[in-house]
């Protein structure tokens, strides 16, 4: 199944400091969906807690900068989940499962260097249970780096530039419920026009929190109608990631 963020009730939270020091930004930036404000730490234990996080789905951390072999670690009540960097990754969103209520939410982050996080949502998901169509782009799997490069008189490269890009994703959701179109697909809009970004995981079953996406600037929504009944839609979205 894949799922997408279609609520965030962790935008006004209180946040503490629990361990270690920023090296830059604060804390609240964490609620800012702007990535250019960012909270850093360069603490070898970084931590700090949402305060009454109420009835979850997912936690997702957005915007990520993180040192191969750092350990990011999530607690709540009836709730704990682990990960550990094996490399380059820009988010992580964790699926919780059955809505659990939170409660205190501790972020916890190990390691060495330095630790730098742009964004937080948390909340209720819509699941997608086609899932993934087939070319649909898996971006967090692929070098979303463009080169430019400069060649001397000989054919010899001698110049390089390099450029992270953020790549257009297309969603194709086929044979949906009407009812799925009235109702969820309008609190992801819902959410996606408060914030301008939804937190999005492919395969929630297969334990891999870094295989997901933060979604952005949605320049084309459609819901049409299916060939053969009424009862059902075709859905498509397009999207630039953070991947």
């Given at each position: 199944?894949?799922?997408?963020?279609?609520?965030?009730?962790?935008?006004?939270?209180?946040?503490?400091?629990?361990?270690?020091?920023?090296?830059?930004?604060?804390?609240?930036?964490?609620?800012?969906?702007?990535?250019?404000?960012?909270?850093?730490?360069?603490?070898?234990?970084?931590?700090?807690?949402?305060?009454?996080?109420?009835?979850?789905?997912?936690?997702?951390?957005?915007?990520?900068?993180?040192?191969?072999?750092?350990?990011?670690?999530?607690?709540?009540?009836?709730?704990?989940?682990?990960?550990?960097?094996?490399?380059?990754?820009?988010?992580?969103?964790?699926?919780?499962?059955?809505?659990?209520?939170?409660?205190?939410?501790?972020?916890?982050?190990?390691?060495?260097?330095t630790?730098?996080?742009?964004?937080?949502?948390?909340?209720?998901?819509?699941?997608i249970a086609?899932?993934?169509?087939?070319?649909?782009?898996?971006?967090?799997?692929?070098?979303?780096?463009?080169?430019?490069?400069?060649?001397?008189?000989?054919?010899?490269?001698?110049?390089?530039?390099?450029?992270?890009?953020?790549?257009?994703?297309?969603?194709?959701?086929?044979?949906?419920?009407?009812?799925?179109?009235?109702?969820?697909?309008?609190?992801?809009?819902?959410?996606?026009?408060?914030?301008?970004?939804?937190?999005?995981?492919?395969?929630?079953?297969?334990?891999?929190?870094?295989?997901?996406?933060?979604?952005?600037?949605?320049?084309?929504?459609?819901?049409?109608?299916?060939?053969?009944?009424?009862?059902?839609?075709?859905?498509?979205?397009?999207?630039?990631?953070?991947?």
């Amino acid at each position: 199944l894949m799922i997408i963020s279609k609520t965030n009730i962790i935008a006004s939270n209180s946040i503490v400091l629990e361990s270690g020091s920023l090296s830059s930004g604060e804390l609240s930036n964490l609620q800012d969906p702007d990535f250019s404000r960012v909270v850093s730490s360069s603490s070898s234990t970084f931590s700090f807690t949402f305060d009454t996080v109420g009835s979850c789905e997912y936690v997702a951390l957005h915007g990520l900068n993180l040192q191969i072999g750092n350990t990011v670690t999530l607690t709540g009540t009836s709730f704990t989940r682990s990960f550990t960097v094996t490399r380059p990754i820009k988010n992580l969103v964790f699926y919780i499962g059955v809505a659990t209520t939170l409660n205190d939410l501790t972020v916890e982050i190990t390691g060495t260097g330095t630790k730098t996080i742009s964004y937080m949502q948390a909340g209720l998901v819509s699941h997608i249970a086609w899932g993934t169509n087939a070319g649909q782009g898996l971006f967090y799997l692929g070098n979303n780096v463009t080169n430019r490069v400069t060649a001397n008189e000989a054919g010899f490269p001698v110049k390089r530039v390099q450029e992270t890009i953020a790549p257009k994703l297309s969603l194709t959701f086929r044979n949906m419920y009407k009812d799925w179109a009235r109702t969820e697909l309008q609190e992801i809009f819902t959410l996606y026009n408060e914030t301008g970004v939804l937190s999005q995981l492919d395969y929630e079953e297969e334990n891999k929190p870094d295989e997901s996406c933060a979604l952005f600037e949605l320049s084309s929504s459609k819901v049409a109608t299916h060939s053969q009944t009424t009862t059902l839609v075709d859905i498509s979205l397009s999207f630039r990631v953070v991947a």
